[in-house]
């Protein structure tokens, strides 16, 4: 993996892994797909392997991003749905021609119709942002406590509590500031 590019930041949700690759999107924003080779690789890490993306097609994976953010971060706010990016995303779901498979262990799998249909792929990133959209699995949609990132998250956790969309980045960035905080509070006590 060349080192100038970001490294990615990998989640159990296909769809918030996926907006996950724009990152301190309040803050000084990362982009972890600049390329459209950095978006071939990002499938491959995700099981939607393909063997290339034209520029149309890396477009159409930050346009299907964007709406999943919009339409994930409004859910968590339990405000309505921006129209423009349900579209978006239900256009890139109903194009997607990928079909589960099962594994001869039993694993799923997913099987594009062609191994350069990145739509393909874009379609099941899709078909999973509307199933959590849509309350069919279980979790809840949040947003990350870090001020800089305030990412949507899908928080599978048993209290529902989670705070933030990773803990090992923004979680533990806040861990340590409260930490430092806590600190120059007993120096001044001490004082
Ligand atoms: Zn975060």
Redesign the pocket.
């Known amino acids: 993996m060349p080192a100038e590019f970001p490294e990615f930041r990998l989640g159990s949700v296909l769809a918030t892994s996926f907006t996950a690759t724009l990152?301190?999107r309040c803050g000084n924003a990362v982009e972890r797909i600049p390329t459209p080779q950095r978006l071939v690789d990002w499938l491959a890490v995700n099981g939607l392997a393909v063997d290339s993306c034209t520029a149309t097609q890396w477009e159409l994976a930050r346009e299907l991003r964007e709406s999943i953010h919009a339409a994930a971060t409004a859910a968590a706010q339990q405000e309505a749905l921006p129209a423009s990016a349900v579209e978006v995303i239900n256009e890139r779901s109903v194009h997607g021609r990928a079909a589960a498979v099962l594994t001869p262990g039993g694993a799923l799998r997913w099987q594009l119709s062609s191994p350069s249909r990145v739509e393909d792929a874009l379609g099941v990133i899709a078909a999973d942002a509307v199933s959590i959209l849509a309350g069919e699995r279980d979790g809840r949609l949040a947003l990350?406590?870090?001020p800089?990132?305030?990412?949507a998250?899908f928080d599978t956790s048993q209290s529902r509590t989670r705070r933030?969309?990773?803990m090992n980045?923004?979680?533990n960035r806040q861990k340590k500031a409260r930490f430092k905080a806590n600190q120059r509070k007993a120096r001044t006590a001490a004082e």
Not at 148 to 151: D, E, L
Request: net charge negative; charged share 10%.
């Open positions: 990152t301190e990350c406590a870090s800089t990132c305030q990412a998250f933030w969309c990773d980045t923004c979680g």
